[in-house]
C-alpha cells in the first residue's frame, strides 16, 4: 500500500514537472515575428548603395489568431500606392511558432519554415505559394504550390541591439532545371534572412536586377538597418505625407511639454519623428516621458484590444 501511495507521488510529481515545462516553453518570447515587428522592402534599379527607391512595401506583425489548430500571428502587408501605404488584405500571412520552430501558411495548411534549434547538416523542407506583389522576382505557379528545401551548414550568433540571435548559414537545394525557391543569406531569429530579392520566405526565380532589398527590420526591442541603403533614408512609413489608415486614437496633452498618456492595457509602443527616426520610449504604466525629445510633430504606434492603433502629437 506504501508502495502504491509513492508511486502515485511520483507520477503526479513527473507530470506536474513536464506540465510545467510545456507551459514555460510555451510562455516564451516568440523566436520569430512578435507582436508590432515591421519588415520594410524597396525596390532597387540599380547596385548597392540602394538609396534613391521609395517604400514599396512593409509587413507588419498586428495580432494574434487561432486558425488550423495553431496559435498563430496576423501579418498585415501594406503596398505602396501612390505615396500612400495601402493594407491589401489578400497579402496577408500567417505564421506560428512553436519552441524553435516557425511555421506559416500556404493555402490552407502550416508549414515549416524555420528551425532555430536546427544543428548543421539537418534539411528543412517547406513550401511556397503564389504571392502577388512583384518587386521584381517571379516563380511559375502554374502548377500550384512550389515545394523547396535548404540545408543548415552552420550556426551561430549575432548581436543586434543588445540581443543575441542565432544565425542559420544554410543553402538551398537545387531543383531540376532551376531552384524555383531559394535562401541566399543567413537567416536570423526574428528578422529571417536580411536578404535581396524576396520576403523572409524566400527569392522566386530571377531576381538579379530590379528585384528588391529588405532595408530594415524594427520590433519593441531591437532596430536593424541595412548598411546598404542611406541612413538617412526613413524606415518606418511615419511622416506626414505617407501615413497608414491606421484606426486613430486623440492622445493628451496635446501638445505636450512634459508627458503624454496612453489609455489603461496599451501595449507594444513604437515612438517616431516624421522623418521615420525611431526613440525610445520611457514608459512608466501609461505615461510616457517625452520631455527630452526635440520639439516637432510625433506618431505612436500602440497595440490596444488586440488592434494596432497610431496616434500623433506635438511636442513643444
Avoid at 102 to 113: G, I
Wanted: contains cysteine; charged residues 20%; glycine residues 8%.
Amino acid at each position: 500500500m506504501k508502495f502504491q501511495n509513492c508511486t502515485s507521488v511520483l507520477c503526479l510529481i513527473c507530470c506536474f514537472f513536464v506540465q510545467s515545462t510545456l507551459s514555460t516553453a510555451q510562455g516564451n518570447e516568440p523566436v520569430f515575428a512578435p507582436i508590432g515587428a515591421t519588415w520594410y522592402y524597396s525596390p532597387v534599379t540599380f547596385g548597392p548603395p540602394w538609396i534613391t527607391d521609395p517604400l514599396r512595401a512593409f509587413f507588419l506583425v498586428e495580432k494574434d489568431t487561432f486558425m488550423l489548430g495553431y496559435d498563430a500571428r496576423v501579418i498585415g502587408c501594406y503596398v505602396n500606392d501612390n505615396n500612400q501605404m495601402l493594407r491589401v488584405d489578400s497579402l496577408t500571412r500567417y505564421v506560428a511558432t512553436i519552441g524553435d520552430q516557425v511555421f506559416y501558411k500556404v493555402e490552407d495548411e502550416f508549414v515549416l519554415l524555420f528551425d532555430f534549434g536546427a544543428q548543421a547538416g539537418d534539411t528543412i523542407h517547406s513550401k511556397v505559394d503564389e504571392f502577388g506583389l512583384g518587386i521584381g522576382c517571379g516563380s511559375d505557379f502554374s502548377n500550384g504550390v512550389i515545394d523547396f528545401s535548404y540545408v543548415v551548414d552552420s550556426v551561430g550568433l549575432q548581436y543586434t541591439d543588445g540581443e543575441e540571435l542565432r544565425v542559420l548559414y544554410v543553402h538551398s537545394i537545387d531543383q531540376s532545371p532551376d531552384p524555383d525557391w531559394v535562401f541566399w543569406e543567413p537567416i536570423v531569429e526574428r528578422i529571417g534572412p536580411m536578404s535581396f530579392g524576396a520576403f523572409w520566405w524566400g527569392h522566386g526565380q530571377g531576381c538579379i536586377f530590379e528585384s528588391g532589398y529588405l532595408r530594415c527590420y524594427i520590433d519593441d526591442d531591437i532596430n536593424w538597418r541595412s548598411s546598404y541603403f542611406d541612413d538617412q533614408l526613413p524606415c518606418d512609413y511615419i511622416s506626414l505625407a505617407n501615413e497608414i489608415q491606421y484606426p486613430r486614437y486623440s492622445l493628451y496633452p496635446n501638445p505636450a511639454e512634459n508627458y503624454i498618456y496612453l489609455p489603461p492595457g496599451a501595449d507594444h509602443v513604437g515612438l517616431w519623428d516624421i522623418m521615420g527616426r525611431s526613440f525610445q520610449v520611457t514608459r512608466v504604466e501609461n505615461e510616457i516621458d517625452v520631455s527630452l525629445y526635440p520639439p516637432g510633430m510625433y506618431m505612436l504606434r500602440f497595440e490596444l484590444e488586440g488592434i494596432m492603433r497610431a496616434a500623433s502629437f506635438l511636442k513643444n
